[in-house]
């Protein structure tokens, strides 16, 4: 293909992107396909000769748009959002025309520089003081291992990753049972392990679901007197789930009084940060040792752009840098290099997003499509509260959600899946305290008032049909 061409069918991808979020409200949020319908489509060995553009490009709108689910939908309420604003696509198309590797300063120094300011940018957009220092991860999950890493680092005085864990003491890690899977594999991957991953029950009389913080102080006891060594503690704002917030300021006090490291993970909820009203809920983060939040959930910067601020850079590079020769920069000792900080070498030019999405709509932009969500949240569960056969069974925090439809678990399953089937709305099921409940987050870009109103009609219209 020559650059010409390139250009072409460059305009052309781009027409076709406009043209498919103009008209997205039209589509099924979910595919109706069952597994193994699109790998049928598909040639089972590689083709010889080369083919056209045109030809594949036909294809992708025949076989691949009918199996993909639409997460940029302005009716997608299931899971968190994954937002991919208009500016950042944009970023996203030129990084991925310039196609820089961004692991040292010198292998682009604008990549590290922007880096640099745009997660301070991000720091002062979420009210972290002055002091924190972040990078850019891929996800929330390599952000944790690499806080987790450090846990274990610390506690073992570096020891580990030179002997390996076998003769070590057991490293205790602490969270609640509230907490992301992300953690677990953080555990696990890390060596660390599942049985030293300790979880505290979480008070079930506090909507917030805090972590119980006496049980917590109980369990570090009983592990220090049976020769444990704890090393950490994860707190969580805003769990998957329904949403769980730690009580942050306490976590705190435990970690200081232990010599604790206290790792927060704030992957969905930390964009909600940008409204000051809802720093509440993460009262405490700046005494933590480090922070996760993503801004390529809720506030639009596309996959992937998790944001990871560190109080004691230091401490993460001695767990993770190596500096072989050719990785040196000669001349230029005090540079930032971004691979020390995280556990792959190569790293994408991911800051560029974050600059065009910031000064696109700039923070007050964003803090309106941020309280929108909320309000219209809170105005669906209000409305859902009032119906006789409907129950609210945790209360939103920021935009998230869980109700209930008057009938068994069976019941609120059968109506889950009809209600995607359907095809005008996602949403997705979750079970709290062993029961069965439908989970609503509102987090599109691209939502509106409008379309929660269409989901209050979709529910109950489809509810009451199968009652
Ligand atoms: C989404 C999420 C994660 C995982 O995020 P990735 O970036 O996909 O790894 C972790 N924790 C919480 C609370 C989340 O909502």
């Not at 396909?33 to 489509?41: C, D, H, K, L, N």
């Not at 010889?48 to 997460?71: C, K, N, Q, S, Y």
């Not at 072989?324 to 995280?342: M, Q």
Request: glycine share 8%.
């Amino acid at each position: 293909m020559n650059w010409d061409e390139f250009a072409d069918w460059g305009g052309k991808a781009v027409a076709f992107g406009a043209e498919y979020h103009k008209t997205l409200r039209d589509r099924p949020v979910r595919p109706r396909v069952s597994p193994g319908e699109i790998a049928a489509q598909l040639p089972a060995s590689p083709p010889e000769g080369g083919e056209g553009m045109e030809a594949i490009l036909e294809d992708f709108e025949r076989i691949v748009m009918p199996g993909l689910t639409h997460w940029q939908h302005p009716r997608f309420f299931a899971y968190f959002p994954a937002n991919a604003a208009p500016p950042s696509m944009l970023a996203e198309m030129l990084v991925t025309m310039l196609a820089p590797q961004c692991m040292l300063w010198q292998t682009s120094p604008a990549a590290t520089e922007m880096e640099g300011v745009m997660l301070d940018w991000l720091r002062q957009a979420v009210g972290l003081p002055e002091g924190f220092q972040g990078v850019i991860q891929d996800s929330a999950s390599s952000a944790t291992l690499a806080a987790v890493l450090v846990m274990r680092e610390r506690a073992l005085g570096w020891a580990g990753n030179v002997q390996g864990l076998a003769g070590q003491p057991a490293v205790r890690i602490y969270c609640s049972d509230q907490v992301h899977t992300s953690i677990d594999r953080a555990a696990w991957v890390s060596g660390v392990g599942q049985e030293n991953l300790v979880k505290l029950p979480a008070v079930a009389e506090d909507p917030l679901r805090p972590m119980d913080v006496a049980a917590l102080r109980a369990a570090i006891a009983a592990d220090r007197a049976a020769g444990y060594l704890p090393a950490g503690i994860i707190g969580v704002t805003g769990a998957t789930g329904m949403g769980a917030c730690d009580r942050l300021g306490e976590l705190a006090d435990v970690a200081q009084a232990e010599d604790l490291y206290l790792h927060i993970d704030a992957a969905w909820a930390g964009a909600g940060m940008i409204c000051p009203e809802n720093r509440v809920l993460w009262e405490g983060v700046e005494r933590a040792d480090s922070m996760v939040f993503n801004p390529h959930k809720w506030m639009g910067a596309q996959f992937d752009c998790s944001a990871h601020f560190i109080r004691d850079p230091d401490a993460l590079r001695q767990t993770l840098a190596i500096r072989p020769e050719f990785l040196k920069t000669l001349g230029a000792e005090d540079v930032t290099d971004y691979s020390e900080w995280s556990i792959p070498l190569g790293r994408r030019f991911r800051a560029l997003k974050l600059w065009f999405l910031i000064r696109t709509y700039g923070l007050e932009g964003l803090r309106e499509m941020i309280r929108n969500h909320i309000a219209w949240s809170r105005d669906l569960a209000a409305r859902l509260a009032a119906e006789p056969d409907f129950e609210i069974v945790t209360a939103p925090v920021l935009s998230l959600f869980s109700f209930r439809h008057a009938g068994d678990d069976a019941h609120n399953l059968k109506l889950v899946e009809a209600i995607n089937a359907d095809g005008r709305i996602y949403l997705t099921q979750n079970k709290v305290d062993g029961q069965v409940v439908i989970r609503f987050q509102v987090g599109a870009f691209g939502a509106t008032g409008a379309d929660v109103a269409t989901a209050f009609d979709v529910i109950t219209e489809i509810a009451r049909d199968m009652a």
